[in-house]
């Protein structure tokens, strides 16, 4: 037999997240809670699971909670929005990695120069962390 609703606990068992994940969804409104019941526990329809399902997912592809809300604003209808988002997020990602391989090379840089130096020299990489600000900033 299959279950309509559950109680938060059987949701969080279900969507595989914890009942404070469910919770704090609730609080920046990205789900909404059920009414209490006068007796009883509230009971959460079995499409939350989904939802859930889906907000976990998106945040593997680097969406964050404001973001979720967005696209669950937008709709399932909408398709060239969400579409725009994505690539949105996805130049994000891009720059974020474009930043992070040029901060490798500048580490690399500084590594390599503490293999030509002495004990008695100043650390090259502490003294270049502390004459200038690290570039590339990353977001």
Do not use: H, W
């Amino acid at each position: 037999m299959i279950q309509d609703t559950f109680t938060i606990g059987r949701l969080a068992d279900k969507a595989n997240v914890n009942i404070e994940s469910i919770r704090y969804y609730e609080r920046v409104g990205l789900i909404k809670q059920p009414r209490k019941p006068v007796s009883g526990y509230r009971q959460y329809p079995v499409s939350f699971i989904e939802r859930i399902r889906f907000i976990k997912q998106a945040q593997t592809y680097g969406f964050n909670l404001l973001e979720i809300k967005d696209l669950l604003k937008i709709g399932d209808g909408n398709c060239r929005d969400v579409q725009q988002k994505a690539i949105q997020k996805r130049d994000q990602i891009n720059q974020k990695i474009s930043d992070l391989k040029s901060l490798v090379k500048t580490l690399d840089e500084l590594i390599s120069r503490c293999d030509s130096t002495t004990s008695s020299q100043t650390c090259p990489i502490v003294k270049t962390l502390g004459q200038q600000r690290m570039q590339p900033s990353i977001k």
